[in-house]
């Protein structure tokens, strides 16, 4: 299986993009929590991966991080619930709004996604709730994205561009302290420099 590709972003037509990967192009459909994040053509970039062969077709599917990965792998296993729909649902709530909506039975919520009616998040509920406690999606991800924020936030008022903070937080591990994250992220500025 392809569990991750780094090469160089050559298209982004939503959801699909097309990344260089040492002369082989590869398509990877994105949710659009990626999509809105990925850097301008021509930049490298890293995305973790999920590959699903079918009879007729070969789809690679592409995120920014493992709890989105891991969302999307647990969404997918879901009666009903297809990788397409799956994309469609981390797109529209990403993977921390949905867990916590899951945890907390929030239907409304969830049939606020289109294409998800009351059946289909009641089906949510029911299949997701115990796995997601196994895989520690839910909390984790709200403080990491809080302390991603800290740390981009920190390296803006030190003068870097948003662009340049925004790539240098997408380097940095999941489970990084703020400390520890913005030294890392001033060490791959200062290299790229």
């Known amino acids: 299986m392809i569990g991750r590709i780094k090469g160089y972003l050559l298209e982004k037509i939503p959801p699909i993009i ?19 994040d990925l850097p301008d053509e021509g930049s490298e970039i890293t995305l973790l991966t999920h590959l699903i062969v079918r009879e007729d077709a070969q789809l690679l599917f592409g995120f920014a991080t493992a709890a989105e990965r891991q969302m999307f792998r ?54 997701l709730k115990d796995r997601l406690k196994d895989l520690h999606i839910d909390p984790s991800v709200k403080k990491h994205a809080t302390h991603i ?27 990084i302290s703020i400390n520890d994250g913005i030294r890392q ?7 790229n420099a």
């Open 18 to 36: 097309l990344i260089d990967c040492q002369g082989v192009g590869y398509e990877i459909e994105v949710p659009m929590t990626t999509f809105f």
């Open 185 to 191: 992220a001033l060490k791959s500025l200062s290299n």
């Open 149 to 175: 924020e800290d740390i981009e936030n920190a390296l803006i008022s030190l003068g870097y561009s948003a662009k340049d903070a925004s790539m240098a937080i997408k380097l940095l591990p999941e489970n």
């Open 74 to 127: 647990q969404l997918i296993k879901v009666n009903g619930i297809g990788a397409k729909v799956a994309l469609s649902i981390l797109g529209s709530i990403g993977s921390s709004d949905l867990a916590d909506a899951i945890q907390h039975d929030d239907i409304n919520m969830l049939v606020k996604i289109p294409g998800i009616g009351k059946k289909t998040a009641e089906r949510l509920v029911l299949e």
